[in-house]
């Protein structure tokens, strides 16, 4: 049983921005973010490794939307919108999701921001958020075994407990991390991370 975090719902804030650190904002849902979460999932490339690898219809991706809104308005955390900062354009999503008593986390991004620094800054903003605001025990991640770039990422930030699992679509490489292991081993080189983002995001605009 997973239970709701009532600090997170009586935060006006909370509810709306997430994260705020840098070029990434992470975010809630609005009406204008429903195209660019559409266009994501009706991607070929973006869903090739995504259950069961097909596209999704535009209908699909408005309720799916829908229920991360609901989710965040209820319990204070789901899916949240990744943005850039500059324009509050869309980038992806990234979060959380309760499957059978256990928080999946995960994201994806649109493709042109693949090799942007955005998607590890994301991460750490988010596992910062998850473990030390939201308060969750443990998360675990899901990968296509053929999925290399998202391999890459997700073992950067999982890669303590790794193995191979059957999932409905086929094998999946499930990684494993605890709060103990967050604090121990990720906790401060992803700080050190961020700090390095920021003087370089700072540079850039100045």
Request: aromatic share 12%; hydrophobic share 40%.
């Amino acid at each position: 049983m997973i239970e709701n975090n009532p600090s997170l719902l009586t935060d006006e804030k909370s509810r709306n921005i997430f994260q705020d650190f840098g070029s990434v904002v992470i975010r809630n849902w609005s009406d204008a973010d429903i195209d660019g979460y559409a266009e994501l999932v009706a991607d070929p490339t973006a869903m090739k490794y995504i259950a069961d690898g097909h596209p999704r219809a535009r209908a699909r991706a408005e309720a799916e939307v829908d229920r991360f809104r609901k989710e965040i308005s209820t319990r204070g955390w789901s899916r949240f919108v990744i943005a850039r900062r500059d324009d509050n354009k869309f980038a992806g999503y990234i979060g959380f999701q309760e499957v059978n008593g256990e928080i999946d986390y995960g994201g994806r991004f649109l493709q042109q921001f693949w090799r942007s620094r955005m998607i590890p800054l994301s991460y750490c903003l988010t596992l910062e958020y998850g473990f030390e605001k939201i308060g969750f025990d443990s998360l675990y991640a899901t990968v296509h075994p053929e999925n290399k770039n998202a391999l890459s990422v997700t073992k950067a930030f999982f890669g303590i407990n790794e193995k191979l699992v059957s999932g409905a679509f086929g094998q999946l490489v499930r990684f494993d991390l605890n709060r103990e292991q967050y604090n121990q081993m990720l906790r401060e080189p992803n700080r050190k991370f961020m700090s390095k983002a920021a003087r370089v995001h700072a540079e850039t605009n100045a």
